[in-house]
């Protein structure tokens, strides 16, 4: 690898309108692959698949809250083993352009900043606030000596570096900040690499700085001719380059599936790459937000970002070449040689079930358990930043102070639910307060009746606000007239519970009582013979969390959609008999069989026809608009 260092050399040659690869004219044809969202023992069948359509590059963001889950403490283990992934792309003959933020977008949690930063709650993120250069400074000083090594003329595969991420559409539009940003990423990684930057078109005026390479990005729907004029602008001489040309586009839970027709995506990196510009296709593998990863954007209302990242990539989100695929390898092939090699038949897959689900409990029934240190007291409720939730869920508990006979108005004024919340009534489901959807249930309730509220992190915003986004009761209740205060707050670490692999029954200190609200549902079972991938189905269930052998698989909503399966790739299953085990926490209403299905195909299409919001509750009060696909 550390051969001829010193000969190797990447850059921008302005006389010419191009790159030079050891001073040879060069230029990329990139797709963009995130090693987060895909398990690792398969990132080398991804990274093969995308050189054997043609591309010779590949564009990675490094979310920092991946990374640093606690300030100070790092992980780069298993799937977080970045170094082991700049590897596999070496192997497959790839070159890396690297987006380390320290904001990504890339619709995951809060962009990628770390939800510690905001356990000072003051702190604006992505501008010269000394508190947020503090945090990114000492990221920064851990990760980019990490990359130094594999820079292009160090004898790495990295030939570029993103300075943060569509910088110009936010609305700080800080320059000290990211001049900041320019200084450090010189100062750790020297003056040989080059640094670029990535905008919309509308970006580009705050998102482009002097010494940083001015790129843009846009879809096949937009008008090529005139953003490359507009980039030249802040760019006059040099490679075009688009560093996000959109294959597809993502999926926000109860809207459509996001398709994007295959002519319009070849024709116009057809017309990209006639021009001699160097383009970087986002996503040609989406993958996976499993877990609680994925983010949320808000327009006009809070829309969180679906659990399948599939993006309708020319990759699937399990692995396999789309004809979406073989058309842009036919493209790429009219401009430079595709490698020769077979293409690895798609992956197997396997159907299995009806399995039936038994009841474990309903989760109030495991808060011991769930949370071993007890909760945290105070007057007024704390937001999860506050008590160090990161992710996931916390229980708000209070006592009704005075018998409430008549049903009674229960809201949190300022649309303060973020993002759900599943309320109790000793111990009996209640409903559901959701921000900007719906505001307002009804209560009856004696005097010391168990009021409890299960809020539920939906995924940090991750693009079009610059205000910070709290997670839980961000406001007190209201019962009646009454301010509700005298809290207990129970974070809940759900996820260790349900590594445990014996039967959660056995827990159980009172018997459940309600057939309806967040409920904890298992089964175990094996796997004759080998295993394949596979897509789980839960037709009848409402909304939850599902976990299989301890692997938080992500959110499911089978009621909202269009989401309706849930990829689970083969190596999280045991092969040859052995059991598995699935766990659901269903959060609101189960059907009456408590059956899951696994199907050998996905289905990531079926919104009750578009119509599910104006089908919710009357008491919808959130003023929201047609949705507008921009910015990214
Ligand atoms: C990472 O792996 C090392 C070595 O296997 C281990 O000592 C360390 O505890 C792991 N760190 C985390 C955060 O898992
Ligand atoms: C958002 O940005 C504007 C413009 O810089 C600023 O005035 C405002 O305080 C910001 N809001 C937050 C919550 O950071
Ligand atoms: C694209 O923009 C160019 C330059 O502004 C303009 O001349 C052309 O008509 C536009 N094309 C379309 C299809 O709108
Ligand atoms: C959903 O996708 C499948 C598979 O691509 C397709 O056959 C079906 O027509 C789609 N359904 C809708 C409602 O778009
Ligand atoms: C969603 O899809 C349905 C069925 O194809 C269609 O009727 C509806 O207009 C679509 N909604 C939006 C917002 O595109």
Same mark, same amino acid.
């Given at each position: 690898?550390?051969?001829?260092?010193?000969?190797?050399?990447?850059?921008?040659?302005?006389?010419?309108?191009?790159?030079?690869?050891?001073?040879?004219?060069?230029?990329?044809?990139?797709?963009?692959?995130?090693?987060?969202?895909?398990?690792?023992?398969?990132?080398?069948?991804?990274?093969?698949?995308?050189?054997?359509?043609?591309?010779?590059?590949?564009?990675?963001?490094?979310?920092?809250?991946?990374?640093?889950?606690?300030?100070?403490?790092?992980?780069?283990?298993?799937?977080?083993?970045?170094?082991?992934?700049?590897?596999?792309?070496?192997?497959?003959?790839?070159?890396?352009?690297?987006?380390?933020?320290?904001?990504?977008?890339?619709?995951?949690?809060?962009?990628?900043?770390?939800?510690? %930063?905001?356990?000072?709650?003051?702190?604006?993120?992505?501008?010269?606030?000394?508190?947020?250069?503090?945090?990114?400074?000492?990221?920064?000083?851990?990760? @980019?000596?990490?990359?130094? $090594?594999?820079?292009?003329?160090?004898?790495?595969?990295?030939?570029?570096?993103?300075?943060?991420?569509?910088?110009?559409?936010?609305?700080?539009?800080?320059?000290?900040?990211?001049?900041?940003?320019?200084?450090?990423?010189?100062?750790?990684?020297?003056?040989?690499?080059?640094?670029?930057?990535?905008?919309?078109?509308?970006?580009?005026?705050?998102?482009?700085?002097?010494?940083?390479?001015?790129?843009?990005?846009?879809?096949?729907?937009?008008?090529?001719?005139?953003?490359?004029?507009? %980039?030249?602008?802040?760019?006059?001489?040099?490679?075009?380059?688009?560093?996000?040309?959109?294959?597809?586009?993502?999926?926000y839970?109860g809207q !459509?599936?996001?398709?994007?027709?295959?002519?319009?995506?070849?024709?116009?990196?057809?017309?990209?790459?006639?021009?001699?510009?160097?383009?970087?296709?986002?996503?040609?593998?989406?993958?996976?937000?499993?877990?609680?990863?994925?983010?949320?954007?808000e327009k006009g209302r809070f829309l969180?970002?679906?659990?399948?990242?599939?993006?309708?990539?020319?990759?699937?989100?399990?692995?396999? $070449?789309? $004809?979406?695929?073989?058309?842009?390898?036919?493209?790429?092939?009219?401009?430079?040689?595709?490698?020769?090699? $077979?293409?690895?038949?798609?992956?197997?897959?396997?159907?299995?079930?009806?399995?039936?689900?038994?009841?474990?409990?309903?989760?109030?029934?495991?808060?011991?358990?769930?949370?071993?240190?007890?909760?945290?007291?105070?007057?007024?409720?704390?937001?999860?930043?506050?008590?160090?939730?990161?992710?996931?869920?916390?229980?708000?508990?209070?006592?009704?102070?005075?018998?409430?006979?008549?049903?009674?108005?229960?809201?949190?004024?300022? !649309?303060?639910?973020?993002?759900?919340?599943?309320?109790?009534?000793?111990?009996?489901?209640?409903?559901?307060? /959701?921000r900007n959807m719906?505001?307002?249930?009804?209560?009856?309730?004696?005097?010391?009746?168990?009021?409890?509220?299960?809020?539920?992190?939906?995924?940090?915003?991750?693009?079009?606000?610059?205000?910070?986004?709290?997670?839980?009761?961000?406001?007190?209740?209201?019962?009646?007239?009454?301010?509700?205060?005298?809290?207990?707050?129970?974070?809940?670490?759900?996820?260790?519970?349900?590594?445990?692999?014996?039967?959660?029954?056995?827990?159980?200190?009172?018997?459940?009582?309600?057939?309806?609200?967040?409920?904890?549902?298992?089964?175990?079972?094996?796997?004759?013979?080998?295993?394949?991938?596979?897509? @789980?189905?839960?037709?009848?269930?409402?909304?939850?969390?599902?976990?299989?052998?301890?692997?938080?698989?992500?959110?499911?909503?089978?009621?909202?959609?269009?989401?309706?399966?849930?990829?689970?790739?083969?190596?999280?299953?045991?092969?040859?008999?052995?059991?598995?085990?699935?766990? @659901?926490?269903? %959060? /609101?209403?189960?059907?009456?069989?408590?059956?899951?299905?696994?199907?050998?195909?996905?289905?990531?299409?079926?919104?009750?026809?578009?119509?599910y919001l104006s089908?919710l509750?009357?008491?919808t009060e959130g003023a929201y608009e047609p949705m507008k696909?921009?910015?990214?």
């Amino acid at each position: 690898l550390l051969l001829q260092a010193d000969t190797r050399s990447f850059v921008v040659d302005r006389d010419h309108d191009r790159f030079l690869l050891d001073g040879v004219p060069f230029r990329y044809v990139s797709g963009s692959l995130h090693y987060f969202r895909v398990p690792r023992v398969l990132w080398a069948d991804r990274l093969y698949k995308m050189r054997l359509s043609g591309l010779n590059a590949i564009q990675f963001y490094v979310p920092w809250n991946y990374h640093e889950p606690e300030p100070g403490v790092y992980n780069f283990n298993g799937s977080r083993d970045l170094i082991a992934f700049l590897n596999e792309a070496a192997k497959a003959n790839m070159f890396v352009i690297l987006r380390p933020g320290p904001y990504i977008c890339a619709e995951w949690d809060m962009g990628g900043l770390p939800a510690w %930063l905001l356990r000072k709650p003051k702190i604006h993120l992505r501008t010269s606030d000394p508190d947020f250069l503090a945090a990114v400074d000492a990221w920064f000083q851990v990760l @980019l000596p990490k990359i130094h $090594p594999w820079l292009y003329h160090n004898g790495g595969n990295i030939i570029s570096i993103q300075v943060e991420n569509e910088y110009g559409s936010y609305k700080a539009c800080d320059v000290i900040y990211l001049r900041h940003l320019a200084g450090l990423f010189r100062a750790l990684l020297g003056d040989q690499i080059l640094l670029f930057t990535t905008d919309g078109p509308e970006g580009l005026k705050c998102g482009s700085l002097k010494g940083l390479y001015t790129t843009v990005d846009f879809g096949p729907a937009d008008n090529m001719t005139k953003i490359f004029a507009l %980039l030249r602008k802040y760019e006059p001489h040099g490679p075009l380059v688009n560093s996000e040309y959109y294959t597809g586009w993502l999926d926000y839970w109860g809207q !459509n599936h996001s398709t994007r027709g295959i002519p319009a995506v070849t024709r116009g990196l057809e017309k990209m790459l006639k021009l001699g510009a160097s383009v970087n296709m986002y996503m040609f593998h989406g993958g996976t937000n499993f877990g609680y990863w994925n983010g949320a954007d808000e327009k006009g209302r809070f829309l969180p970002i679906t659990t399948s990242y599939d993006y309708d990539a020319p990759i699937s989100e399990a692995g396999d $070449p789309t $004809p979406k695929f073989f058309a842009l390898r036919n493209s790429i092939s009219k401009f430079q040689e595709i490698p020769l090699g $077979p293409l690895p038949p798609p992956s197997p897959k396997m159907m299995l079930g009806p399995l039936t689900l038994n009841l474990d409990g309903d989760l109030l029934a495991f808060l011991d358990f769930l949370c071993p240190h007890g909760p945290i007291r105070s007057i007024l409720p704390m937001t999860f930043e506050a008590v160090k939730q990161d992710h996931g869920f916390m229980l708000y508990r209070t006592y009704l102070t005075q018998t409430i006979f008549e049903p009674t108005l229960f809201w949190v004024p300022n !649309n303060g639910v973020h993002d759900r919340a599943y309320v109790m009534v000793d111990g009996v489901f209640q409903g559901v307060l /959701e921000r900007n959807m719906k505001h307002k249930l009804f209560l009856t309730g004696k005097l010391g009746a168990k009021l409890d509220m299960l809020l539920e992190n939906m995924g940090r915003l991750s693009f079009g606000s610059n205000s910070s986004d709290f997670k839980g009761l961000l406001e007190p209740p209201i019962l009646g007239q009454t301010i509700l205060t005298q809290w207990l707050m129970f974070p809940l670490q759900i996820d260790k519970l349900v590594k445990w692999w014996f039967p959660l029954q056995l827990l159980q200190r009172a018997k459940s009582q309600s057939p309806s609200g967040p409920t904890f549902y298992s089964t175990t079972f094996p796997i004759l013979g080998s295993v394949g991938d596979t897509f @789980l189905y839960l037709p009848g269930w409402t909304k939850g969390q599902v976990w299989i052998n301890g692997f938080n698989l992500g959110r499911y909503w089978t009621k909202r959609g269009p989401q309706q399966t849930l990829y689970v790739p083969r190596p999280l299953l045991f092969p040859r008999g052995a059991l598995n085990k699935i766990t @659901l926490l269903e %959060l /609101e209403k189960v059907p009456p069989q408590p059956q899951i299905h696994f199907l050998d195909k996905p289905i990531l299409n079926s919104t009750l026809g578009g119509t599910y919001l104006s089908s919710l509750s009357a008491d919808t009060e959130g003023a929201y608009e047609p949705m507008k696909l921009s910015g990214h």
